[in-house]
């Protein structure tokens, strides 16, 4: 081996790889699941990783330039909603500039210039179609026409599909004929190390979720108005019709406390590690982050009878399809279960929902 093919053998072997991440309304993560997984991409990374992410300027008032050691670049659009299409479009636009290696692209709202970006872009393309938006009721049928448009130009364009959940991966596979990589999220950064006693379990349920139809709120709360058990329940109540209607309804109840969206994840935390169950009402959108993160508790886990959830809790939790069957559930299952059950989770979490194994995984893909 000659000395020149040596030194540039060990260029490429030591190269910093440049990701850009595009889809995200940015980090510091104060927003969703995109947002956490970002944050703790970069957090987590290899020495030889290095991050450009695109940050809507519309959420960061105060704007810092670095985090994690990844590289900000602000956009000033919004990141959700009709703009996220243009928002990932301008970012896409821009990462033609950056020169950068990789670009994972987390939704497929941008995913329609695909067909042109590939055209002048030498780029690795990643695309993590999240949890099949087009599928989800609160769009109406020309929003989930595009959605489904966009998806299929995700996978088609992209050198690389992530999905989420292997009810997804099995999606891919037989509507596209595309073998997509499973990576879901890491839930270890919602656990504190703590001396006090906020690991005391205590008598009531716990609910985290927006409230949409889909995520069986309704249900829920019609089981422990039922069951008389105590359920704390946090989400966006005052966000939509459909919250405050539930509010209204159910805000009456001795054993019902509702609780308004708490975002501060200490906070959060004593809650979790207070409650002796958790129920998860989520019915569509892949795996669902809280569900992950709840897991590293150790609390018995009931969720709504679906295949995205069965996947991600590995078929060892306790599962219901509707408020009466939930309701029967909470009151018979015995203490003995209810600790296999805690178990079950909390192993199956350490082993599959680290973010050190996440970003190993995508960074295997870069």
Not at 1 to 25: D, F, Q
């Amino acid at each position: 081996m000659s000395e020149v093919t040596l030194i540039v053998g060990c260029y490429w072997s030591y190269r910093v790889k440049r990701i850009a991440v595009v889809g995200t309304v940015g980090i510091p993560a104060c927003y969703g699941g995109f947002e956490s997984l970002v944050e703790n991409l970069t957090k987590y990374k290899s020495a030889g990783c290095q991050y450009y992410i695109f940050c809507s300027s519309k959420n960061y008032p105060e704007k810092v330039h670095s985090h994690n050691g990844a590289k900000l670049i602000y956009v000033p659009l919004k990141a959700n909603g009709v703009q996220s299409i243009l928002y990932d479009v301008l970012s896409l636009w821009k990462c033609l500039f950056l020169k950068v290696d990789t670009i994972l692209i987390l939704g497929v709202s941008g995913c329609i210039f695909l067909p042109l970006f590939r055209l002048v872009s030498k780029a690795k393309i990643i695309t993590n179609i999240d949890g099949l938006e087009w599928k989800r009721e609160k769009w109406g049928y020309f929003v989930k026409q595009f959605l489904k448009l966009s998806e299929f130009l995700a996978v088609k364009y992209s050198h690389a599909v992530v999905t989420d959940n292997k009810a997804i991966t099995d999606y891919v596979k037989k509507e596209y004929n595309v073998s997509s990589f499973t990576i879901a999220y890491g839930g270890d950064h919602a656990v504190r190390t703590s001396n006090d006693n906020t690991n005391v379990k205590l008598s009531y349920a716990l609910g985290l979720c927006r409230i949409e139809p889909e995520n069986n709120v309704e249900l829920i709360l019609k089981a422990f108005s039922l069951s008389g058990d105590r359920l704390k329940f946090v989400g966006n109540w005052n966000a939509s019709s459909y919250g405050r209607m539930l509010k209204r309804n159910y805000s009456n109840y001795s054993n019902i406390e509702l609780i308004e969206p708490i975002y501060d994840i200490d906070k959060l935390f004593i809650l979790r590690s207070g409650c002796d169950k958790y129920i998860h009402g989520h019915s569509a959108g892949g795996t669902n982050p809280s569900l992950v993160e709840m897991m590293h508790f150790g609390v018995p886990i009931f969720a709504f009878d679906c295949e995205f959830n069965r996947h991600s809790t590995d078929n060892k939790a306790f599962y219901f399809k509707d408020a009466q069957h939930l309701a029967d559930l909470v009151k018979m299952i015995d203490t003995m279960e209810l600790e296999k059950n805690a178990c079950s989770m909390k192993v199956l979490a350490q082993e599959n929902y680290t973010w050190q194994k996440i970003t190993a995984s995508y960074e295997s893909l870069y």
